[in-house]
């Protein structure tokens, strides 16, 4: 009789164990989830019963305990090897990936010319003659200046602009890419001048967006945890009052952040009123 099925081998494996502490024997069977069986049917209320508790609490210690207590490596589960290129992709789109091995590929270019050469192909317009090098205006977001500086942003880009691009399209990730490099860069030359760089302005528009978009829409499926917008916000603070010694591009932070609030706010206008 085939009882219910989970997506993930370990809850499924849990579930088995725990039942058979309690001297019911089920079976795993791998289809396109994995699906548990129960040969005799006599004890049918018993495991229905036992797997609405489960469900509420999946984690709870007692199915932890019931693992160790009657879980053999024989399970027959085949768990598969982790691939992190695959890892990658399955989160983000061609955008997502694309953003990724530019910044990568100039942060290696900067490694070879070095920082002054790159900033003068690709900084924000120092002048009026280079108003009309359109490329200006946004390839600043390209530019990283150590390897801390690169992975804090593309881990981010990755984990948030992932999600937007999966579930809202290429095209919603590409425009608050656009209005907050554009918007970011424009008020961090107007407080610091022109020798900045980073993505972290489109990092936290997507942080903004992803937190009140989540919080408006939840049907979405496009969310930040608060504690993780809560920590974004922590760190404006220690970056505005220059806590570490770190150079950090705080108004393209604010920016970035207040046009991603702004953007969640008007696509969630129609939805938040229903």
Known sequence: MRITQFSHPRMAQAFVDYMATRGVTLRIERESHYVIMLD???????????LAQFVRDPNHPRYQAASWKSG??????R??????????RARAGPLTL???????AVFILMQIVGDDVALDWLAWPADSSQYFQVWRWFSHALLHFSLLHILFNLMW?????????KRLGSGKLFVIMLISALLSGWMQAKFSGVLFGGL???VYALMGYCWLRGE????????????????????????WYGAFGLSIANAAHVTGLLVGLAMAFVDTRKIARR
């Open 157 to 165: 880009w990755w984990y948030l602009g992932g999600a937007v691009e």
């Open 98 to 104: 694309t953003i990724m091995i530019v910044c990568v």
């Open 72 to 77: 053999s490596t024989e399970s027959g589960l």
């Open 79 to 88: 768990y598969e090897r982790s691939n992190i290129w695959a890892n990658i």
């Open 216 to 239: 408006r829409d939840p049907e979405s499926g496009i969310y930040l945890e608060r504690g993780l917008i809560g920590f974004a916000i922590v760190w404006l603070v220690i970056g």
């Open 40 to 50: 005799d049917d006599s004890k049918l209320e018993m495991v229905e019963n036992e």
């Open 200 to 202: 972290s302005g489109v």
